[in-house]
């Protein structure tokens, strides 16, 4: 599976939510709102999920194994944290 684009859009710092991601995989196949999560040990991806009638959230897409997950959060963090040090360099001082 190759990422061949990430796109992050940054939120307000309110709450633990950082920021968004949209992936997209070998320029076919697309994935919105998977969320930038800062928890108590760290930064962490949440796939987009939907609130089931039972009142659990269930994921709408996510990867079948941890090691695909692993790539797929050290990609998107290493995009966020390219997109955080840009913010910061746009900063006036």
Do not use: C, W
Not at 28 to 52: N, Q, T, Y
Not at 60 to 77: C, M, N, V
């Amino acid at each position: 599976m190759n990422i061949t684009d990430i796109r992050i859009r940054m939120i307000p710092k309110e709450g633990k939510m950082r920021a968004v991601a949209s992936i997209t995989i070998e320029d076919e196949f697309v994935v919105h709102d998977i969320k930038i999560i800062d928890g108590d040990k760290g930064l962490f991806i949440a796939m987009p999920s939907r609130k089931s009638a039972d009142g659990e959230y269930r994921d709408i897409a996510h990867p079948i194994t941890s090691e695909t997950r692993g790539k797929l959060q050290d990609q998107i963090l290493e995009a966020y944290q390219r997109a955080v040090e840009e913010e910061n360099q746009a900063e006036p001082e």
